[in-house]
């Protein structure tokens, strides 16, 4: 949309003059996603009647949790999905704020009633989005913000053709070697 649909247009030059957002195609979006990312220039709200499922996905490393600490820093109203894995929790980990910590057998319970939308073993371990919180929120109107791994984001997309997709890449490699290095 232009500056002038948005009705903003001065705002949304002086601070988005940095991203380059490319559409992709049917609600796909890629992001540059340099250093001060501000996360209003990357999902804009628009008024619709019906809630918005949008997939955050990007190379690890490129900052997809830091846009959504800003988020919640700014109080935007999404419900932030915690992925269930069965890896073992850090020390700097909140259960039930970065992930949902289960037994292998738990996890596969998960599995076996279908209650993960999508799930994925990743390094002998395994990771999953649940349903239920992904429902209620929708059910209650309330957007959705799913911050999963690229293969992730495809699977998602196939059995939500209607999501917003979003992915963060780093402005360069060097960049990007640079991050996961620190």
Known sequence: ???????????????????????LGHNQF???????????DVVIPSKRS?????VLSGP???????????????????H???????RPRRTNETEGVDYIFLSNESFHQMIRNEALLEWAE????????????IVNAITKGQDVIIKIDVQGADTIREL????????????SIAALANRLRL
């Open 60 to 78: 690890s490393g490129v900052g997809k949790d830091a846009v959504l600490s800003r988020m919640r820093e700014e109080n935007i109203p999404y």
């Open 80 to 86: 932030f999905t915690v992925t269930a894995t069965t």
């Open 50 to 54: 019906s809630p918005l499922l949008i």
């Open 1 to 23: 949309r232009t500056d002038r649909e948005r009705g903003d247009g001065d705002r949304w030059s002086r601070s988005c003059k940095h991203l380059i957002p490319r559409f």
């Open 122 to 133: 990743v390094y002998g371990h395994f990771y999953g989005v649940p349903k239920a919180p």
């Open 30 to 40: 890629f992001v540059a996603a340099p250093t001060g990312l501000v996360l209003s």
């Open 160 to 171: 939500v053709p209607d999501t917003l997709s979003i992915f963060l890449a780093p402005p």
